[in-house]
Nanobody, 122 residues
């Protein structure tokens, strides 16, 4: 079965950096658009970034542009999210997800990881 496993979350001070990873198995990774979403307590899950199969197209939520970078390694079946200049409002559980066609809509994604907690202290 399909598995997406996130890692790399943790506690960091404002202005710091974290790199999230998501390792995929059970799917033809190179055929999928990979996305990162996040969900803060009491809020809906929201789109953060996505990357198409070739890495040619990358998409970002406006508030993370210039601070976050999404990338992928198809040989390793892994997608990454490099997060720099972190802010307390970035605190959330971060999820990776897979879909066949790009979307920033939660319900367009077919497969989800279990999430990794990112906490940014002020």
């Amino acid at each position: 079965q399909v598995q997406l496993v996130e890692s790399g979350g943790g506690l960091v001070q404002a202005g710091g950096s974290l790199r999230l990873s998501c390792a995929a198995s059970g799917l033809t990774f190179s055929r999928y658009v990979m996305g990162w979403f996040r969900q803060a307590p009491g809020k809906e899950r929201e789109f953060v970034a996505a990357i198409n199969w070739s890495s040619f197209n990358k998409y970002y939520k406006d508030s993370v542009k210039g601070r976050f970078t999404i990338s992928r390694d198809n040989a390793k079946k892994t997608v990454y999210l490099q997060m720099n200049s972190l802010k307390p409002e970035d605190t959330a559980v971060y999820y990776c997800a897979a879909t066949r066609t790009y979307s920033d809509y939660v319900h367009a994604y077919d497969y989800w990881g279990q999430g990794t907690q990112v906490t940014v202290s002020s």
